[in-house]
C-alpha cells in the first residue's frame, strides 16, 4: 500500500471522527430548602444582582449581596 495514498484517509477520520459533546444541564437559579415550597416570584426583580431566595421567617423574597432583602427585609 502506498503511504501518500493513507495520509489523506487518516486526516479525514482525525477531523471527521470528533467526540460528542452534550450542553450542559440547565439547572434552577435557586433550589428550595428541604420541606418548603417554591412559590414563584409575583414581580420582576427589583434590579441588577437581586436573587429570588427563600427567607426563614418571611418566605420568598428578592435578595441582594450587598443591599439585603427588597421592601425592608433584614
Known amino acids: ?13 482525525l477531523v471527521l471522527g470528533g467526540c460528542v459533546v452534550t ?5 434552577p437559579a ?5 420541606g418548603v415550597v ?9 434590579g441588577p444582582g437581586y436573587i429570588w431566595e427563600y ?3 418571611y418566605g420568598w423574597g428578592w435578595h441582594h449581596p450587598q443591599y439585603g ?3 425592608g427585609w433584614r
Open 23 to 27: 450542553p450542559p444541564t440547565v439547572r
Open 38 to 46: 417554591y412559590v414563584e416570584p409575583t414581580y420582576v426583580s427589583p
Open 69 to 71: 432583602w427588597h421592601r
Open 1 to 13: 500500500m502506498k503511504i501518500h495514498l493513507l495520509i489523506p484517509v487518516v486526516a479525514a477520520t
Open 30 to 34: 435557586y433550589v428550595a430548602p428541604p
Open 55 to 57: 427567607h426563614p421567617h
